[in-house]
T-cell receptor, first 108, second 114 residues
Framework: GQSLEQPSEVTAVEGAIVQINCTYQTSGFYGLSWYQQHDGGAPTFLSYNALDGLEETGRFSSFLSRSDSYGYLLLQELQMKDSASYFCAVDSNYQLIWGAGTKLIIKP | DAGVTQSPTHLIKTRGQQVTLRCSPKSGHDTVSWYQQALGQGPQFIFQYYEEEERQRGNFPDRFSGHQFPNYSSELNVNALLLGDSALYLC?????????????FGPGTRLTVT
């Protein structure tokens, strides 16, 4: 079967750094995407890793290790507006296979 | 620059009925994917349309069907509705390229089956 595992909930303090992990097992793999979804909103694209290593986009960074079937999203200088659900998704043969999402709770 | 639009925003149907949801992709995009998202879950891939053909399909029964028009807009049809079909239905568009990793989502249609 195909599966992605990520923590259901993570809590952090405003201004801190948080890491959201994702492990995957899929039959096809072109890359790992990360999406953000606020309550009641649509998912929005954050980042994508096709190759091993770190990709940085402003306060957000994403890492991939293909040999370990593992990736993570790193959020720095957390702001209250970052409170949302974060999904990892595998790009596999014209479809995205999604994890169940990690709810990020930020405390002041 | 118009983003992805979906209609209707909310819909209430009865078991056994049929429903049609509509999606217009972001300007410049030609590929449309449909997802079902249950409360508290990640989106589940239903199918993707490109060049008016279903290019890939997820693990959904034949009650779920779709169509893409020459202007790239798309419809999702669900027949013989079940209570379990109640969910948020998301449409996402992307540009040609063979990869699906960066998709732009519409606001979704909230379907309630009673």
């Amino acid at each position: 079967g195909q599966s992605l595992e990520q923590p259901s909930e993570v809590t952090a303090v405003e201004g801190a750094i948080v890491q959201i992990n994702c492990t995957y097992q899929t039959s096809g793999f072109y890359g790992l995407s990360w999406y953000q979804q606020h309550d009641g909103g649509a998912p929005t694209f954050l980042s994508y890793n096709a190759l091993d290593g770190l990709e940085e986009t402003g306060r957000f960074s994403s890492f991939l290790s293909r040999s370990d079937s593992y990736g993570y999203l790193l959020l720095q200088e957390l702001q209250m507006k970052d409170s949302a659900s974060y999904f990892c998704a595998v790009d596999s043969n014209y479809q995205l296979i999604w994890g169940a999402g990690t709810k990020l709770i930020i405390k002041p | 620059d118009a983003g992805v639009t979906q209609s209707p925003t909310h819909l209430i149907k009865t078991r056994g009925q049929q429903v049609t949801l509509r999606c217009s992709p972001k300007s410049g995009h030609d590929t449309v994917s449909w997802y079902q998202q249950a409360l508290g879950q990640g989106p589940q891939f239903i199918f993707q349309y490109y060049e008016e053909e279903e290019r890939q399909r997820g693990n959904f029964p034949d009650r779920f069907s779709g169509h893409q028009f020459p202007n790239y807009s798309s419809e999702l049809n669900v027949n013989a509705l079940l209570l379990g079909d109640s969910a948020l239905y998301l449409c996402a568009s992307s540009s040609t390229g063979g990869t699906s990793y960066e998709q732009y989502f519409g606001p979704g249609t909230r379907l309630t089956v009673t």
